[in-house]
């Protein structure tokens, strides 16, 4: 072999070395995102629907000991779907419990993406957490937080991978303006002009299965998470605003109704 080709080989070698190293790199990164603290974030609850080893992961947050605030579109009814709740599932280990009941908020439009599943007291100690002052709202600019165990991992076209992480994972981002006429893609569920949430950070996105999450600011619940771009970073993520449907949600919580 000659010094120039010698010295290609090594370049080639080089080259497949730094590219290999890149591919392991994006595959390994997370979204920005950082373990949650084990003392906060104890009300967040795992939600799966399960049919043969197919899995769809979601959150929720205990906003009663008997309800859960969380995505309507989370919710499988067709044949051969199991759905199940867990509490306690951070910091862990978590216990399942029954789901009794759901309830989907619907008008003349149709149902919009927020839902109260109502379950089984928990037989383990469980945080709830604090529904919204409406007098005080998140203005453009705020910051809010969010949890979820939706997919951290992405492939070479930046697309979000269904991996769950070991640890409940946290992100601050900042209120936006929403885009006019946000639509659910292949969802048959409304997210109303008016009553949209949207936030966004740079290089943080939220991943699928972090769907029904809560949104918090001064940590209270102001949003239920609904979704954000396939792609990481590719728009801003998106909520249904818990004021919008504070009556609605105290009709079923309230001591008459929710016990």
Request: hydrophobic share 40%.
């Amino acid at each position: 072999m000659t010094a120039m080709a010698h010295l290609k080989f090594l370049l080639l070698l080089l080259w497949v070395g730094v590219t290999e190293s890149a591919v392991l790199d994006l595959h390994k990164r997370i979204f920005n995102g950082y373990d949650c603290e084990n003392t906060k974030h104890l009300y967040h609850v795992k939600i799966t629907a399960t049919k043969g080893k197919a899995v769809a992961r979601c959150g929720g947050s205990l906003i009663h000991r008997e309800w859960v605030l969380t995505a309507a579109h989370c919710w499988k009814d067709q044949s051969g779907w199991t759905m199940s709740a867990y509490v306690g599932i951070h910091p862990g280990p978590g216990s399942m419990v029954t789901i009794r009941d759901h309830q989907i908020f619907e008008d003349l439009r149709g149902k919009h993406d927020i839902m109260l599943l109502r379950i089984s007291p928990a037989s383990i100690r469980t945080d709830l957490v604090q529904l919204p002052d409406c007098s005080i709202t998140p203005n453009i600019g705020n910051e809010i937080k969010i949890a979820g165990l939706g997919g951290y991992l992405v492939n070479l076209q930046n697309i979000a991978l269904p991996d769950e992480p070991p640890h409940l994972q946290c992100a601050k981002m900042h209120v936006v303006n929403c885009e006019l006429n946000l639509t659910p893609c292949d969802l048959p569920v409304l997210w109303p002009n008016g009553k949209t949430m949207c936030y966004e950070e740079a290089g943080v996105d939220t991943c699928p299965g972090d769907s029904g999450g809560g949104v918090l600011f001064n940590n209270t619940i102001y949003g239920v998470h609904v979704g954000s771009g396939k792609c990481v970073c590719s728009r801003s993520a998106v909520s249904l605003k818990v004021c919008s449907y504070i009556g609605w949600i105290n009709n079923f919580i309230t001591p008459n109704n929710g016990k």
